[in-house]
Every structure is written in C-alpha cells, then in structure tokens.
C-alpha cells in the first residue's frame, strides 16, 4: 500500500449547457484515473468532450453501499478518484453521500469541486427570498404521502425548494397550491441552461393552471420554489397546532401529542413540545 492516500474529488458537472463545466473540473476529469459515475453511460459523451481517459465505474442508489468499500480501498491504495452525478453538484438529491462519509471515516481526503446546481441557479432567478432557504428534494411520488410532507412545511418561513419529473408536475403544484393557498407566491424553473429554458413566477392558484394549459410546460426537468410563510401565517399555525396539542395531550403523551399535532396543522413539533413545558 502506497504511503500517501489518493483523493476524493467530488465534481460538479453541467444541468444542462455543457459549457458550463469550469477548466478546473475538466482538468481533474482529465487527469484522474478513476471517475464515479452515477451513469456512465449519461456520462461517457462529457467525458469524451473533454478528452478524459479515466476508467469510469457506475455508482448509484443501489450499489453504493458495495462500490463505496471497493472505492474506499482503491483511495487507500492510493488512486485518486473523481465522483459526478449525471447533471449538476453530486449528493444533491443524487447518490455519492456513502462514499464521501466512508472516505472521511478512512481518512482520505474529500475535495470539492463546485459548479453547477439546479436548486441554487433556480433560487438565483426566482425572485424570492434567498437570504435563509430550505432545500427538499423530490417529494414523494405517492400523493397522500406527498401532502403530508407539505403539509409539515405550512409554516416554514423560508423559501422552500423542491425538484420534480414532468409526469408529477401538474400534481405537485395542485398539492401545493392546497395545502399552502392558492396566493402563496410560486417559481417553476424549467430546463435550467437548456434551449427551452422557461422561469414562470406567479401565486400558486395562477401556477397550476399556466402549467396545466400548457403541455410545452410539463417536458423536462423542473425546480418549483415556493415562498415561505409569512409571519402572521406562521404565528397563526403555531397557534392552532398548540390548541390541537394541548387537546390531545389529554388522551395521550406529549411527544405523541406534537407528533400528532405537527401532522395535522403543519406546526413546527419542537415549538409544540417544547410548549408542555416537559
């Protein structure tokens, strides 16, 4: 084994413009042997762009957990290693999260290299409040479980960012407009750094039906924001989840009550239980 430890380097690649990729990110993807692939056929062709020769070795939801070991070894055996996604920062709503705490419980070290993200280019244009955001992914494909994740972020005061697949769109945004009102204020970014690139803000209410008369608006991939709650919204919220906690905690404990009551009116459930005074 080599004395010196190789490096893990975590690569941004484009969402979409491939000249968006920096000369230091393509420079590290010429010179490393060895890159991490979410999908190496996805990835092939920007690799070839840049005249990389790496060996490439697919890494993804469900193999990361055996790829990491075999990584983490050839990082101790001293080979340095580039890890990308198929678009944007990796371990943003895509795989690499095992790998890069596997690797620093070995003591390699872990390097970023930024570049592009979807969510962060998408808040950059939205006009809403960036200043304190909170990034939730995908939301869940099924719709019950949909809403209630919504549900739980009624009273979230920051500007909220979530992706979503053209077939799930027109839902979400009916979703939220539902659960959050039909004037909370929203951005559908779509197709960031592409051809067909479109930015639509507007209320909720209006949001769902641009997007719904609109089949051009549902192709692609998309970044929906949505502006967090306003203070007396919040304050409101907080209030009616304390007078459902303080009723149910008549018939069950207080950690169970602001679970419960958290579930039911989106209240923060820390301030709930934090409110029994226990």
Known sequence: MNAQPGRLWVVATPIGNLEDLSGRAAQILRDIPLVAAEDTRHSAPLLARIGSRARTIALHEHNEREQAARLVESLLQGTDVALISDAGTPLVSDPGFRLVRAAREAGIAVSPVPGPCAAIAALSVAGLPSDRFVFEGFLAARASARRERLGALVAESRTLIFYESGHRIVDALKDMRDVFGAQREGVVARELTKIFETVIDAPLGELVDRVEADANQQRGEFVVLVAGASGEAADATLAEGRRVF?????????????????????????????????
């Open 246 to 278: 303080a009723l149910l905690c008549e018939e069950m404990s207080p950690a169970h009550a602001a679970r419960m009551a958290a579930r039911i009116t989106g209240a923060p459930r820390k301030q709930l239980y934090v409110a029994s005074g226990d």
